[in-house]
Nanobody
Framework: QVQLVESGGGLVQTGDSLRLSCVVS????????MGWFRQAPGTEREFVAG????????YYADSVKGRFTIDKDNLQNTLYLQMNSLKSEDTAVYYC?????????????????WGQGTQITVSS
């Protein structure tokens, strides 16, 4: 049974930085394409960033490009999201997700495994 557990969320101010972590257990982490999604109240879950099996390819939503960095440590079975220059519009619940697909998907249905989510609130 694959489990994903996020951590690192919290309340920050505009311009601050945060680093999210997602520990994966019960599966072969190095064989998963991984992604971060977020969901604000009243909105659909949206793609934030994705990374390929071995971390050679990354893809970002336009809204976070240049501010967020996704990375994965296959030895530690951990996915990261470094978030800099946070804005109020980044406020949401952030989810990590794993996929057995070989390409980075941008839709929730492209992912097979999900974490429980971690709240990030950016105050202005």
């Amino acid at each position: 049974q694959v489990q994903l557990v996020e951590s690192g969320g919290g309340l920050v101010q505009t311009g601050d930085s945060l680093r999210l972590s997602c520990v994966v257990s019960g599966g072969t982490f190095s064989s998963y394409t991984m992604g971060w999604f977020r969901q604000a109240p009243g909105t659909e879950r949206e793609f934030v960033a994705g990374i390929s099996w071995f971390g050679h390819t990354t893809y970002y939503a336009d809204s976070v490009k240049g501010r967020f960095t996704i990375d994965k440590d296959n030895l530690q079975n951990t996915l990261y999201l470094q978030m800099n220059s946070l804005k109020s519009e980044d406020t949401a619940v952030y989810y990590c997700a794993g996929s057995t697909r070989s390409v980075i998907g941008q839709l929730p249905r492209h992912y097979d495994y999900w974490g429980q989510g971690t709240q990030i609130t950016v105050s202005s």
